[in-house]
């Protein structure tokens, strides 16, 4: 540990499972004073803090309901005052194929990745620092154009956007915004979202090993640390970009 973040007091959103967890734990073992998780599932955010430890605390808040995160502000406003960072992370990924599609589908997959990151983010800038820092988690679908997952794509693509416009809309406060874009992540994602067995999981890491130049699948942690060294001070003339963490596979 090199106490990148000691006593600061962070938000990830979908810090439950997954990227967020590992997020979340990495900011902990960085020397955070206290990490905000938030997710739908009590059940889920009870388990990750049982994780994590004292310092993180769990908020069952969905960031498609602006009531839920006006709720996180007040939590966060009243226990600590102000944030020093905050990472829009919460996502959905499911196949939508096209002309299949129903419009629920297209509402809840704009509702979470888009309407979420964009009110969480405006919801909790008030108790921003200024100088602090925003990580949105995008994807490598902001640039690519698998099958089935236009929707997936689109609304990754609007998350990217959001760094350009908000890391010059913020420059007066001389809050930083970058976006994350993850490659191929072993996360519950892949069995809940694109609700895969075990088989097609094995045939993806089996693809993956064939197409990613680094020749494996990331784990969490292999993105988290991507996401803090945004968010920390070494990356304090990085500002507006979208780092992709794929192991090449965008990039060839
Ligand atoms: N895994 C990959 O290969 C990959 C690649 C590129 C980008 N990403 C992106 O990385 C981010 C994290 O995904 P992951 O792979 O770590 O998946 P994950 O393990 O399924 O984590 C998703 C997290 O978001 C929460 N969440 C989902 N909908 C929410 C909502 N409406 N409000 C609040 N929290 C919500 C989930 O908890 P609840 O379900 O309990 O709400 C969970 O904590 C997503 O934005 C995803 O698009 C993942």
């Known amino acids: 540990m090199s106490g990148k973040f000691i006593n600061q007091v962070a938000v990830v959103t979908g810090g439950s499972t997954g990227i967020g967890f590992a997020i979340a734990q990495a900011l902990l073992a960085e020397g955070a004073k206290r990490v905000y998780i938030t997710g739908r599932s009590a059940a889920t955010l009870d388990a990750a803090v049982a994780a994590l430890g004292d310092n993180a605390v769990a908020v069952v808040s969905d ?54 990151v964009f009110f969480t983010v405006q919801t909790l800038l008030p108790l921003m620092k200024d100088g602090s820092s925003i990580v949105l988690t995008a994807s490598i679908c902001s640039v690519t154009g698998m099958e089935g997952l236009s929707l997936y794509s689109a609304s990754k693509a609007a998350v990217r956007s959001f760094a350009r416009t908000w890391a010059n809309e913020l420059k007066g406060r001389k809050i930083r915004v970058n976006a994350l874009s993850p490659g191929f992540t072993r996360t519950p994602l892949m069995d809940n979202g694109l609700k895969m067995d075990e088989s097609q999981i094995q045939a993806l890491k089996d693809h993956v090993e064939q197409t990613v130049p680094l020749g494996y699948m990331a784990q969490p942690e292999e993105i988290a640390s991507s996401a803090l060294f945004l968010a920390c001070a070494d990356a304090k003339y990085v500002n507006g970009v979208e780092l992709i963490v794929d192991g090449g596979l965008t990039q060839i």
Do not use: H, W
Not at 64 to 74: E, M
């Open 63 to 116: 960031v498609a309901q602006q009531a839920d995160l006006d709720s996180l502000k007040a939590l966060v406003e009243a226990r600590d005052g102000q944030l020093d960072a905050v990472f829009a992370n919460a996502g959905v990924c499911e196949k939508n194929p096209v002309g299949e599609t129903t419009e629920a589908a297209y509402y809840n997959m704009f509702d979470i990745n888009v309407k979420g």
